[in-house]
C-alpha cells in the first residue's frame, strides 16, 4: 500500500471525531480533547486528543498513536483490518490485490461477504427457495426486512456453497473451512457445506463487515438443532458479537439506551416496526466483552429475555457484568410471557410500551420473587431471601444497597440489621459465584497483553503436547520476559528437550517437589488451554501458535528498541559517538526485524 494513500487517509479523516465515535471527549484547551482512557481504568481523565497533530497518548498507561493505532487497538484489528476500515470510512478505494492491505482475517472476511451473497441470490431469486419466501411472509418478514438484512437460503447440498466459492471466486477449500462456512467430512478427505437447509441471517460487526452466520433450520426433522451460528473463527468470536450492532448503534446514540433481546427475529421485527436502538446477544447471557461493545455507543441498556430472570443464573451473570461496567440497567416485561417477535405479531404499541415502562433490575426482581412466594410463610420467606440477598449483595452504591436492605427487611418482616449481616457476609465471601460476590475494584489493572499472549502458549503446549515443538521452535524464552511465567516456560522446554517427548504428569509431578507454587501455576494455564483448545481444531490452534508467537517476537523487539533508546540518548547527552554509532545500527536492525513480524 503505497505510503501516499495511508496519508491520504490520514488527512481525510479527523482523529477527534474518529475517536469521538468510541468515547466522549471534551474540551481540554484550544484544539486539545480529553477522556477516560478506553485502555485502562482510571478515575481521573489521562487520555488526550490532539486536533492539530491528529495523535492521541494517554500519560496515564503510555499508549499513545495515531488513527490507525488507535482503531488497532480499540478493535484488536491488524493493521491491514484497520486499513480497509479506515479507507472506506475516508472514501478512499483500496486495490485488493495489494498484499499489503490482505491478511487471512480480511481473507475470511471476502470469503464470508461472498458466502452472503450466495445465499441472498438463492432466497431471492431460486424456484427451491419459494418455502422460505413463504415462511418468511408468514412471519411477517416484509421484503425490504430481506434486503436490509440480506437474508439468505442453504440450500440441500453437501457441498453447494464450497463448489461455488472454490470454482467461482477462486477460493481455497482450507480457507472456507477456516472462515467456518465448511466442515470435514467424517470419511476420507474433502469438506462438507456447515450450513444446509437454513434460513440464513448474516452477522456483521459493528463496521458493517459480514464475519459469521447464523442458520435456521427449515427442514421438517426435529432432531436437528433449531439454530446453529458459525463456530469460533479468526473472525468471529459469538461472545463479543451482538446481531445488529451495526445497523442499531445511531439510534442507540440517539434513544441514548440499547434494548437488548436473544434471537435474530426479535430484532428483524423491532426494526421493521419502527424501534432500531435494538441488538441481539443471541442466546448468551451478556458477556464482559458485548457489554463493552455497547457501552461504546450508550450506559444504558433494556434487557428483554424469554426466561424468568428471576431463575435464570445465566441472566444473572449477565446483569452482573453489566453493573460492574457502570451500565443503567433495566428489564422489559413482555405481556403474556411472549418473545418480541410474537408480540410485535399482534401489536406493536405494546412492545413500544413494554420499552417504555422498564423496571429496574432492582423492582424487577423484588416483584417477580414476591409473586412466586408467600411472605407470610417462614420457609417462604427463606426462599425470597435466598434470591434477594445475592442481588443486593451486588450493588456497588452504599445508599442504594441500604434502600434495598431496608425493604427487604420491611417486607419480610424482620429486623433490618438480620438482613444487613448477611448482606455483609455474601459482599466479602469468596464463594466463586459471580451472581453473589462481584468484583469492586475502583479500577481495572492494565494487564500486559504480552503475558496473556505468552501464558495462552505455554498453557498450549502443557494441554496438547503436539504443539509444543512449533512452539518451542518459534518462541524464544527471552520473548517471554514476566520473570515467573518464564521461569516456567525454560523449565517446560528444558524438560521438553532432554526427553524428547512430553508429559505432563511427571513434568508437573518433579515441577511441583522443586516449587509448589509454579506448579499450581502450570495447573491454572493449563485449565484454561483446555477450556480454549475445546473450542478450536487442530489448524485453528496451530494458527494461534503463529499469530501470539509473532505477537511475541514484535512486543520483544519493542521493549529492546525502548531500551535501545535510551542507550542512545545517554550516549548522546555524553558525547560519546562511538557508542552511538553502534547502536544506530543495532537500532536500524531490529527495525528491519520488526518490520518482517508486523
Known amino acids: 500500500m503505497p505510503q501516499d494513500n495511508i496519508e491520504a487517509i490520514k488527512q481525510k479523516l479527523d482523529i477527534v471525531e474518529l475517536i469521538g465515535e468510541y468515547i466522549q471527549l471534551k474540551p481540554a484547551g484550544a484544539n486539545n480533547f480529553k477522556a477516560l482512557c478506553p485502555f485502562h481504568g482510571e478515575k481521573t481523565p489521562s487520555f488526550m486528543v490532539s486536533k492539530d497533530k491528529q495523535i492521541w497518548h494517554c500519560f496515564g498507561c503510555g499508549e499513545g498513536g495515531d488513527v490507525f493505532g488507535f482503531v488497532q487497538k480499540m478493535e484488536g484489528m491488524e493493521f491491514p483490518e484497520a486499513l480497509r476500515h479506515l479507507a472506506k470510512k475516508a472514501g478512499i478505494q483500496l486495490q485488493y490485490q495489494d498484499p499489503t492491505i490482505s491478511n487471512k482475517k480480511t481473507l475470511y472476511q471476502d470469503i464470508c461477504r461472498a458466502a452472503a451473497e450466495f445465499y441472498h441470490a438463492i432466497l431471492t431469486d431460486h424456484p427451491k427457495a419459494q418455502p422460505v419466501r413463504d415462511y418468511l411472509e408468514k412471519r411477517g418478514v ?349 523449565r517446560l522446554s528444558d524438560y521438553y528437550n532432554e526427553n524428547q517427548q512430553f508429559d505432563y504428569q511427571g513434568f508437573i509431578t518433579a515441577l511441583r517437589q522443586e516449587d509448589p507454587t509454579a506448579a499450581t501455576y502450570a495447573d491454572v494455564l493449563t485449565l484454561a488451554a483446555g477450556q480454549s483448545l475445546g473450542e478450536l481444531t487442530d489448524n485453528e490452534a496451530e494458527h494461534e501458535v503463529i499469530y501470539g508467537a509473532q505477537s511475541l517476537k514484535r512486543h520483544y523487539i519493542q521493549k529492546q528498541l525502548k531500551d535501545i533508546e535510551q542507550q542512545m540518548r545517554l550516549a548522546e547527552s555524553r558525547g560519546d559517538a562511538d557508542v552511538l554509532e553502534q547502536l544506530s545500527h543495532t537500532f536500524a536492525d531490529l527495525t528491519a526485524e520488526l518490520r518482517q513480524v508486523s
Open 142 to 490: 416484509s421484503t425490504d426486512s430481506i434486503e436490509t438484512w440480506h437474508l439468505g437460503y442453504a440450500p440441500d447440498g453437501w457441498d453447494t456453497l464450497n463448489n461455488y466459492l472454490m470454482q467461482k471466486k477462486s477460493f481455497k477449500a482450507e480457507d472456507i473451512f477456516q472462515a467456518g462456512l465448511s466442515v470435514k467430512k467424517d470419511r476420507g478427505d474433502g469438506y462438507n457445506d456447515r450450513f444446509r437447509k437454513r434460513l440464513m441471517f448474516p452477522i456483521w460487526d459493528p463496521h458493517g463487515t459480514v464475519i459469521g452466520f447464523g442458520g435456521r433450520w427449515l427442514g421438517p426433522e426435529k432432531e436437528v438443532a433449531k439454530y446453529i451460528n458459525t463456530p469460533q473463527t479468526l473472525i468471529y468470536n459469538k461472545s463479543a458479537t451482538l446481531y445488529g450492532i451495526d445497523k442499531a448503534k445511531q439510534e442507540i446514540k440517539k434513544e441514548k439506551f440499547a434494548v437488548i433481546v436473544e434471537g435474530y427475529m426479535d430484532v428483524l421485527a423491532s426494526h421493521q416496526a419502527g424501534v432500531t436502538n435494538v441488538v441481539a446477544a443471541s442466546g448468551t447471557a451478556l458477556t464482559p466483552d458485548q457489554v463493552r461493545l455497547v457501552k461504546r455507543f450508550t450506559t444504558d441498556v433494556r434487557l428483554a429475555f424469554d426466561q424468568d430472570l428471576a431463575g435464570d443464573t445465566a441472566a444473572k451473570r449477565g446483569i452482573t457484568v453489566a453493573w460492574q461496567e457502570d451500565l443503567t440497567t433495566k428489564v422489559i416485561t413482555i405481556p403474556e410471557g411472549k418473545d418480541p417477535d410474537e408480540l410485535m405479531q399482534k401489536d406493536v404499541q405494546a412492545w413500544k410500551d413494554a420499552i417504555a415502562n422498564a423496571q429496574s433490575i432492582m423492582e424487577y426482581y423484588f416483584t417477580s420473587t414476591f409473586n412466586q412466594y408467600d411472605s407470610t410463610n417462614v420457609e417462604d420467606k427463606k426462599k425470597i431471601a435466598k434470591v434477594l440477598l445475592p442481588v443486593i449483595a451486588l450493588l456497588a452504591d452504599p445508599i442504594e444497597q441500604t434502600h434495598y436492605i431496608q425493604k427487604l427487611a420491611e417486607s419480610l418482616r424482620v429486623e433490618e440489621s438480620v438482613i444487613r449481616d448477611k448482606v455483609r457476609q455474601l459482599s466479602s465471601a469468596d464463594t466463586g459465584d459471580t451472581t453473589a460476590t462481584p468484583e469492586r475494584s475502583t479500577s481495572t489493572p492494565v494487564i500486559d497483553r504480552s503475558v496473556k499472549l505468552g501464558e495462552r502458549l505455554v498453557g498450549f503446549a502443557m494441554e496438547r503436547p503436539t504443539l509444543l515443538p512449533q512452539i518451542i521452535e518459534q518462541v524464544l524464552p527471552a520473548y517471554i520476559m514476566e520473570t515467573k511465567l518464564h521461569t516456567l516456560y525454560k
